[in-house]
């Protein structure tokens, strides 16, 4: 079946940093790809997606690229803020699956001033 | 996009009892999604709530335990039944918006003793 795989966390950065959490996934055919965003005490969030090889979703300074040789859509942003202090998930949905979301296992991220 | 009001955001329950959790969706949508997410792990779908038909659960989840109203378009519910401090966790409630992404509530933190 379906899933997703994910860095796991919690990551720790100072403000400014460089932010990549690795996710890579297995699914059968052609996923579309998503990031959503946990932020304390709210519920998920979609942050971006992706539906098809090489596309590259982006929002709020974050990007990923669906990456269908190495099944990957790494999350980066080049220069975080405390406010990025989240737990991220990347999760998946495929026909195959009736279109429903597999989630990887979420990775907490801290920003330190 | 929809906005989901989910109640109650958190309670503490004794063994043996059962917890009703609203979902009430300011649209109204066919479908509406239930999922757990358990301390420190990913999220997992419980059940498929569609209007006017029972409700379709996942493998490991079952009506007895779960049970699922879907009254109308606009509002569900999710029963914990039986509860023991195994069923502590966050549930969240949520719908299909364009293009396969997913709007979620802001979850219930459930906690059993």
């Known amino acids: 079946g379906d899933s997703v795989t994910q860095m796991e966390g919690p990551v720790t950065l100072s403000e400014e940093a460089f932010l990549t959490i690795n996710c890579t996934y297995t699914a059968t055919g052609y996923p579309s790809l998503f990031w959503y965003v946990q932020y304390p005490g709210e519920g998920l969030q979609l942050l971006l997606k992706a539906t098809k090889a090489d596309d590259k979703g982006s929002n709020k300074g974050f990007e990923a690229t669906y990456r269908k040789e190495t099944t990957s859509f790494h999350l980066e942003k080049g220069s975080v803020q405390v406010s990025d202090s989240a737990v991220y998930f990347c999760a998946l949905s495929s026909q195959a699956a009736g279109n429903k979301l597999t989630f990887g296992g979420g990775t907490r991220v801290l920003v330190k001033p | 996009s929809a906005v989901i009001s989910q109640k109650p955001s958190r309670d503490i329950c004794q063994r043996g009892t059962s917890l009703t959790i609203q979902c009430q969706v300011d649209?109204?949508?066919?479908?509406m999604f239930w999922y757990r997410q358990q301390p420190g792990q990913s999220l997992t779908l419980i059940a498929t709530a569609n209007q006017g038909s029972e409700a379709t659960y996942e493998s490991g989840f079952v009506i007895d335990k779960f049970p699922i109203s879907r009254p109308n378009l606009t509002f569900s519910t999710l029963t914990v039944s039986n509860m023991s401090p195994e069923d502590s966790s966050i549930y969240l409630c949520?719908?299909?918006?364009?293009?396969?992404?997913?709007?979620f509530g802001s979850g219930t933190q459930l906690s059993v003793l």
């Open positions: 649209s109204q949508v066919t479908m």
């Open positions: 949520s719908v299909e918006g364009t293009g396969e992404k997913l709007f």
